[in-house]
T-cell receptor, first 114, second 112 residues
């Protein structure tokens, strides 16, 4: 079946502009994660959604970052007033049930802020 | 504060030999550990996992060992194959929540 789909695959934006990144998880997966990977770094947790529970937003680096998820489907990550340090690959993952089920990652969105 | 550490950024191994990737952690509340493999321009893919109640888990050519007293885990790949060349990430789950903390990765190169 289809895997996790992310769009766009690449995004170049000017500093100060807002961007919206989209994630389509695997159907039936109740858990959805956003991570980012800056150049030469590991994966940095941003936010976690599980079903209808309140999301774990503890990894969002600033109030410029927000994310939404519609039920158990699509999620969008929005970055307002982008800064150059926001440049990274943003990865979305879904799993059947939290972190002890394998996370299935999308191929990521490479964001470049000029 | 890096709670999951992979101190070797890169490793080269001859094809057919054993590859050993290491990972150290500091948080004693971690109760579940996973290894993910990542090829360029792709998302990480799940490889193998281990619960903190075990000290070894094996799946084909891949074995993960957990030493809780040393807060250390390792991934053994034997025999190593060219297709194993990738970046390997160690990850850990904190008991009581569902977020995974990842290490910085080790780039494994298998030399034919």
């Amino acid at each position: 079946g289809a895997g996790v789909s992310q769009s766009p695959s690449n995004k170049v934006t000017e500093k100060g502009k807002d961007v919206e990144l989209r994630c389509d998880p695997i159907s039936g997966h109740t858990a959805l994660y956003w991570y980012r990977q800056r150049l030469g770094q590991g994966l940095e947790f941003l936010i976690y959604f599980q079903g209808n529970s309140a999301p774990d937003k503890s990894g969002l680096p600033s109030d410029r970052f927000s994310a939404e998820r519609t039920g158990e489907s699509v999620s969008t990550l929005t970055i307002q007033r982008t800064q150059q340090e926001d440049s990274a690959v943003y990865l979305c993952a879904s799993s059947f049930q939290g972190a002890t089920s394998p996370l299935h990652f999308g191929n990521g969105t490479r964001l470049t802020v000029t | 504060d890096q709670q999951v550490k992979q101190n070797s950024p890169s490793l080269s191994v001859q094809e057919g030999r054993i590859s050993i990737l290491n990972c150290d952690y500091t948080n004693s509340m971690f109760d579940y550990f996973l290894w993910y493999k990542k090829y360029p321009a792709e998302g990480p893919t799940f490889l193998i996992s281990i619960s903190s109640i075990k000290d070894k888990n094996e799946d084909g050519r891949f074995t993960v060992f957990l030493n809780k007293s040393a807060k250390h885990l390792s991934l053994h790949i034997v025999p190593s194959q060219p297709g194993d060349s990738a970046v390997y990430f160690c990850a850990a789950r904190d008991f009581g929540n569902e977020k995974l903390t990842f290490g910085t990765g080790t780039r494994l190169t298998i030399i034919p």
